[in-house]
């Protein structure tokens, strides 16, 4: 496999900027390039069109990373993944949409605060989530925010195609709902989203997998055409009931789909800003590899191999090759596929191995992106060569969500 180039850097020249800006760091490590992150963040503004994008804070875990992304141009707001980290957020952010319903208590509790209370919008698809905040807040509370969720799978023929979210799938069901919320004293409908995960979270042209690839790419023509005449008809079906402040859609794999949409008025986003490796297989749009981890050499078991401390940072999801870690850089060494990631090693075969000393370094990305800042406490921005600056993830904050 080619190593991934940035703006034309040949893979060694590339590793041998990485190496220079961080010899004097022991692996294991994490950077962020920052060229790349903001290479990518144009390129996302490009695909949006127009459409303010949503940081899902998910891809990103890094304060100090979500708010470089705020500040591009095109940005507005974050999706925070659970309540207690929306909450965090927003005492330092205005406008944080929690994409994912919650049960926690504590974290709902906390919107007896005015501030949070009006910073914070809360994800709802049915009356059982109203009715647990209803018994955690007092009936005098400020208004809490609500977005709905429409579920955005497609379901041909009787199949589910995509992930199981939300309940709500028809124009009516959103309608019934949105009378609910609106109906209910103490609540505001403010938003609705929906997430196409069979879109945005697949890959269409997977390596060696060229039938495959060709099936998701016609599942998702006609799959991107029926949510769109679906999500259109929700949002009027809504809209006849309150006005709404925004509809948000998609991710980082169709913001240029969603963005598109007359009905959407927003998109998310935040993926796209590291280029993790999974997105090597997708045919749209290619993000740049902004986001490394480095693993020391500490063994040459055998002529051809070698092998690292550590690397068994595999990602969430259907469990598979495509979840597991990439050695990158150098170009040609590879996994074996009788050890695969390990939790305190991992050997490495191929002509670069015999090329590599006790002490070098291998090059990784995750198959992910948020991911990767959970197994660090903090990450080093690369700017050319140099280290510019160390900030914490949210694990390095102390924080650790779910």
Known sequence: MQAPRAAGEPAPQLRARLDAAT??????????????????????????????????????????????????????????????????????????????????????????????????????????????????????????????????????????????????????????AARAVVARPGFRLVGLMAYEAQIAGLQDRPAGRPLYGAAIRLMQRYSAAELRDRRAAAVAAVRAVTELEFVNGGGTGSVHSTAAEAAVTEVAAGSGLYGP?????????????????????????????????????????VPGRDRLPRPTLPVGLRLLGSEGAGEVQTPLAGPAADHLDVGDRVWFRHAKAGELADHVTELHLVDGDRVVDTVPTYRGEGKAFL
């Open 23 to 176: 010899a004097d760091l022991d692996p294991p490590f994490a950077v962020v390039d920052l060229a790349a992150f903001r290479a990518n963040a144009a390129a996302l503004r490009a695909r949006a069109a127009g459409r303010p994008i949503r940081v899902a804070s998910k891809s990103v875990r890094c304060r100090t990373l979500i708010d470089k992304a705020l500040t591009e141009p095109g940005y507005a707001g974050v999706m925070a993944f659970t309540l207690a980290e929306a909450a965090w957020l927003a005492r330092t952010h205005p406008d944080v949409l929690c994409a994912y319903p919650s049960a926690d208590r504590g974290a709902i509790g906390a919107l007896r605060d005015p501030e949070l209370a009006a910073r914070v919008t809360v994800l709802v698809d049915s009356a059982d989530q109203l009715d647990l905040i209803d018994a955690v807040l007092p009936a005098d509370r400020p208004p809490v925010r609500v977005c709905l969720e429409l579920d955005a799978s497609w379901r041909p023929l009787g199949l589910h195609l995509g992930v199981r979210r939300s309940p709500l799938h028809t124009p009516a069901q959103l309608a019934t």
């Open 277 to 317: 490796a999974t997105f090597d297989g997708y045919s749209a749009w290619r993000p740049r590899p902004a986001a490394w981890f480095a693993l020391p050499v500490v063994r040459r078991p055998a002529r051809g191999v070698v092998t690292v401390a550590g690397g068994g940072w595999v990602a969430s999801g």
